[in-house]
């Protein structure tokens, strides 16, 4: 009997100071959109680099420009990308390595509804990652697979080695118990759902397997949820999907239902982390192993949120552990050498999607799972860049592993005990724009950790080839034993007794004679005779034995080829078995769907007829609005009416404002034309009584004539209004006077600048009652009735006139003064020496002259021929 031994994973030697390194190997994989109206804010620029658009509406900085980012990858996967594609890259090296005895991790990250799932499981026909590489790894070690039981987890995450007879006991042990839960068969039926993951054109194999050994395979499934770890193969005595539970998030305590316990986390000797109390089920194909899978699958927590139907409200880790030991010398049995024993393990993580609150309205325990999640991503992130910053500075900062279940878990991947690839998953709509922008932040610095290359395992010393060797020797003994049929020589067994019975007696062996010499030749010759017969039957039973070891042998054969072709017919008696089932459970399912369908078909119906009756209340409302609308606008045509009436009166309105002020503007220029008539005329006769002689009486003063065309201007004025004319616009017409009646008992106001020249002239203008200021004020205004202001002049000949500028005072309605001129006086002196442009009044010229001032200006000129002024009074 073979002795038991015991193989635990090698404790972890110090590394090296001179260790090379690889970075983490992040990938991109882009989900198609939703729909086709959908904005896109992801571009596949090359197979390794992406770039994020701003969508719509979206400032990206402050200048309020959008601003376009690119990101780049070991390998970006587009659209079109198919599973076997992304496996080829990604899995089948992580899967080379673990057949090799190296760890490997590979985990999925990104928002959530960005595929994660579907990347690492599938779909009918479109298998994940997971399925894929459990594929490949039966179709790799299938035949040289130990029996079940060889290897045995213990409790310390280590593996004990049982002997052949230890490992059949224990099979019978445990299909003897009904307790116990059994290790899941080939026989029992498979999920429909996932019955045809993986096309057979499809599968992967490794071509360098070391055939001189044996493996076996352990498979173990958890889920760390609000950072609490879960066993999902844990067999439970309630359903972890839908417990019952009561207000408060408290479980029914009874005898059938008991909440699930969490699982620890624990350092092995060799410093490797590992769950403690975590069923780990040996599988012997891929079948089986996937519907371990699917068991623990059901009972892992998913939620419908507003981002994800089928949302994974927690990380779930699927772990794949090869066992392999070498086979003896002679290549028959297992080696029992626990430091041979290699044991290697790929983790399958799919994390959960980090998510907004905001977006996803969670509320309770969705809310907490949530922040649960996002804390975790967090912790991760943090790790990575402590790594980052410890490698690339030199520091020696302490990573926080154990913040997060997550990363206390994964802590020796990252301390160099095997490879790490990371896919992320991206959803190129614009809604999860600034999600998306903090996974490729996130990524693009995982890409500058690196992690310590794992070593080979060291090489066995027994020759190669010994499982061949062992299988070509049995082989040909069977070949000849099957060539032989029977006994060596053809010889007949029923010899052997002919034989025995034809022995001679001995014969009498006294001596009665010294000299009798023929009983002891005699008896020589019996002896020797006996002897002959004695070698003859030892070479038969040889013979006979040897033919009776050729048989067991052969027997022995032929049964195990029975057994072989028994457990082949039962194979494919639970593939029929199982097809049966399949299609059971694909009509259950069918009839499940269709029910559904009638259901969503009664739901549709019902949701069209609210449609419908939200259109008619719509169409009423439309109508009712395009009623108002009608009514709006005939009452907005109605004031435009108005306003046009009113717009046409105002402007009648103002045109006659407008008219009646031109004609008082026109009355008052005829006024002011009348005025500077009377001057003329004034002028003229002040002309003619100087030239008359002194004998002439004085004309009397013509009276004003009434023009006929005042009349008539005045019949209009009063024709187009009776209010009298704003009295700022239209002055007041004052006849004008003669010099000598200015005399008269009014008082003046005679303003004299302080600028002004003294002329010695003979005449001078004296006012009398007036009073002289320099400058004019209102005290002195309001004592006087009349105003003259005394303005000095350089003329056009070089010599000074000297204007008076004459005006009435009156008070206006405020209670001041205000000055009105009426009339301007020149007194210019002249040198009698000087030619003068003007012919003088005694030179005969009489009405050459008097039409030469007739043309002037309406201001009178007292100008003297002797070189002397006038005196007058004003």
Not at 412 to 436: L, Q, S
Not at 488 to 498: C, F, I, R, T, V
Not at 566 to 579: A, H
């Amino acid at each position: 009997m073979q002795r038991a031994g015991k193989g635990k994973t090698p404790r972890r030697a110090k590394k090296p100071s001179n260790i090379e390194k690889d970075p983490v190997g992040v990938y991109c994989r882009i989900r198609p959109l939703g729909g086709e109206d959908e904005e896109c804010c992801v571009e596949m620029i090359s197979s390794s680099t992406i770039q994020l658009h701003a969508p719509d509406g979206l400032k990206a900085n402050r200048n309020g420009e959008y601003k376009e980012t690119q990101y780049s990858f070991k390998k970006v996967f587009g659209i079109k990308t198919t599973q076997i594609e992304l496996f080829k890259d990604v899995a089948k090296p992580l899967m080379e390595d673990l057949i090799h005895g190296k760890n490997g991790l590979l985990f999925t990250y990104g928002v959530t509804g960005s595929g994660k799932t579907y990347t690492m499981t599938g779909s009918p026909g479109e298998g994940g990652l997971l399925p894929r590489s459990l594929d490949m790894l039966f179709n790799s070690i299938g035949p040289f697979q130990a029996k079940r039981f060889v290897f045995k987890p213990d409790d310390k995450n280590g593996i004990e080695i049982q002997s052949q007879v230890d490992a059949l006991l224990e099979r019978q042990k445990r299909d003897n118990q009904q307790s116990v839960p059994k290790t899941p068969s080939s026989r029992q039926r498979a999920d429909p759902e996932f019955a045809d993951m993986i096309n057979p054109e499809e599968a992967c194999k490794s071509e360098t397997v070391d055939e001189d050994c044996c493996y076996s395979v352990l498979v173990s499934y958890i889920e760390i949820y609000n950072n609490y770890i879960y066993d999902l193969l844990e067999d439970a005595p309630f359903d972890l999907i839908r417990p019952k539970w009561l207000d408060g998030n408290t479980p029914v305590r009874n005898k059938e239902f008991t909440p699930p316990q969490s699982k620890i986390l624990r350092e092995d000797q060799n410093h490797n982390m590992y769950v403690a109390g975590c069923t780990e089920v040996e599988v012997k194909s891929t079948e089986e192993a996937f519907e371990v899978f699917w068991k623990g699958q059901k009972k892992r927590r998913i939620a419908n949120t507003q981002l994800n139907r089928e949302s994974s409200r927690s990380h779930s880790v699927f772990t794949v552990k090869l066992v392999q030991a070498p086979l003896d010398a002679d290549g028959d049995y297992i080696l029992q050498d626990k430091n041979q024993v290699n044991v290697s393990q790929l983790c399958l993580v799919d994390l959960a999607g980090s998510e907004r609150t905001n977006r996803t309205r969670a509320e309770g325990s969705r809310l907490r799972e949530a922040g649960n999640i996002n804390q975790s991503l967090m912790t991760l992130r943090t790790c990575m860049e402590v790594l980052r910053e410890n490698q690339m500075c030199g520091t020696n900062r302490m990573v926080p592993y154990r913040d997060s279940k997550v990363t206390h878990l994964f802590k020796n991947y990252f301390d160099g005990e095997g490879k790490v690839r990371m896919i992320v998953c991206v959803n190129p709509k614009a809604d999860d724009y600034e999600e998306t922008l903090l996974v490729m932040r996130f990524a693009e610095m995982t890409q500058e950790v690196e992690v310590a290359r794992p070593v080979d395992r060291p090489i066995c010393g027994l020759a190669a080839g010994r499982r061949q060797r062992n299988q070509a020797f049995k082989e040909e003994l069977s070949r000849r034993l099957e060539e032989r049929g029977g006994p060596s020589n053809g010889e007949d067994p029923g010899l052997m007794n002919q034989l025995i019975e034809s022995l001679p007696p001995l014969p009498s062996c006294e001596l009665s004679d010294p000299s009798d010499d023929q009983t002891l030749p005699r008896l020589i010759e019996v002896l020797e005779r006996r002897h002959r017969i004695r070698q003859m039957m030892t070479e038969q039973f040889n013979q006979t034995a040897n033919t009776i070891k050729s048989k067991l042998q052969q027997f022995d054969s032929q049964l195990t080829a029975k057994e072989t072709a028994l457990y082949d017919q039962q194979s494919k008696l639970g593939e029929k078995d199982k097809v049966i089932n399949n299609q059971r459970t694909e009509l259950e399912r069918l009839e499940k769907k269709s029910k559904t369908l009638e259901y969503k078909i009664d739901i549709l119906q019902k949701t069209t007829e609210m449609y419908e009756q939200d259109k008619r209340s719509l169409q009423h409302e439309l109508e009712s609005r395009e009623q108002r609308l009608q009514k709006e606008l005939a009452e907005k045509r109605r004031l435009e009416q108005r306003m046009q009436g009113m717009v046409t009166d105002t402007r009648a309105k103002w045109e006659k404002e407008c008219e009646r002020r031109v004609n008082a503007k026109q009355l008052e220029m005829q006024n002011k034309l009348w005025v500077k008539d009377e001057k003329l005329k004034q002028l003229k006769a002040i002309v003619t009584e100087s030239g008359g002689g002194l004998g002439s009486s004085p004309t009397e003063q013509p009276r004003k004539p009434e023009r006929p065309s005042r009349e008539r201007d005045r019949h209009n004025a009063q024709k187009r209004s009776a209010s009298p004319p704003p009295p700022s616009t239209v002055p007041p017409v004052r006849p004008m006077h003669r010099r000598s009646h200015s005399a008269g008992g009014e008082k003046w106001v005679d303003h004299k600048p302080a600028s002004n020249l003294d002329l010695d002239t003979v005449m001078q203008p004296i006012i009398p009652n007036a009073i002289k200021v320099s400058t004019p004020n209102e005290k002195a205004l309001s004592k006087c009735h009349k105003y003259v202001l005394r303005h000095q002049e350089l003329a056009s000949d070089g010599e000074i006139e000297t204007k008076l500028i004459k005006g009435n005072v009156f008070k206006t309605r405020g209670g001041g003064q205000a000055v009105q001129f009426t009339d301007i006086e020149t007194l210019k002196q002249e040198c009698p020496t000087a030619p003068s442009r003007k012919r003088r009044s005694g030179s005969g010229e009489g009405p050459t002259q008097t039409d030469n001032i007739e043309n002037r200006a309406p201001v009178p000129n007292t100008s003297s021929s002797h070189g002397y002024q006038k005196r007058r009074r004003p």
